[in-house]
């Protein structure tokens, strides 16, 4: 039992003097294998301008919806929107998809790369190549369209390009808004004016 007594007490003491050394010896070695931190040199997020994503004020995925005072519902949604910092009313979009759905139950689709929604004026400026389908089965394109926020109106003021049942079609200028009240169908028009020219497609038997 004594033996055993002298061990133990003989290891307890050398393991009071080993083990600071070796926690020593670690450090140590930890110390002159850690890289030297250079305080020149930028961290990675440092190529990043703060001022500017808060000027940006980038807003992802926007919806914008409503109801016309003739009825319609419309709806605008868009990749990307950013407030105008010089007008709150006004944001430009990237990447826009509306749909107009007039009341008597005609859908109207547009889509562009691009555009303006400004809520003061009440309306939507659409550009970088538009696309319009129409209840009727017609494909417009124009390089920019307007589209009304509270009343049942597009409109393009340039030239415009309609492909559809009857054959292709080419127009300076075109305008969706409703009929004249004195027509009894009541309904909306779609016009095509400012050098309209039709190339019928006659129906295949």
Not at 3 to 16: I, L, P
Not at 26 to 33: P, Q
Not at 142 to 158: F, K, N, P, Q
Not at 186 to 197: A, H, P, Q, T
């Amino acid at each position: 039992m004594s033996v055993y007594d002298n061990s133990y007490s003989r290891f307890v003491s050398m393991a009071k003097i080993v083990l600071p050394l070796a926690a020593l010896a670690m450090l140590s070695t930890l110390f002159l294998v850690a890289r030297t931190v250079d305080p020149t040199r930028s961290i990675p997020f440092a190529d990043v301008d703060v001022n500017e994503l808060a000027r940006e004020q980038r807003i992802s995925a926007p919806n914008y919806s409503g109801v016309t005072r003739d009825g319609s519902a419309i709806s605008i949604a868009a990749t990307t929107a950013r407030p105008d910092p010089e007008n709150e009313h006004r944001v430009s979009a990237t990447d826009l998809r509306a749909q107009l759905e007039t009341e008597d139950g005609g859908t109207y689709e547009l889509s562009s790369l691009s555009g303006q929604i400004d809520t003061q004026e009440g309306q939507a400026v659409l550009g970088g190549g538009v696309i319009i389908t129409t209840p009727s089965g017609y494909r417009i394109t124009s390089d920019e369209i307007t589209t009304a926020l509270e009343r049942t109106e597009i409109e393009s003021v340039g030239p415009v390009k309609a492909e559809g049942p009857a054959g292709t079609l080419d127009a300076g200028s075109m305008r969706l808004a409703p009929a004249d009240d004195a027509n009894e169908d009541g309904g909306f028009l779609l016009v095509f004016k400012n050098g309209v020219k039709l190339v019928y497609t006659p129906p295949t038997e």
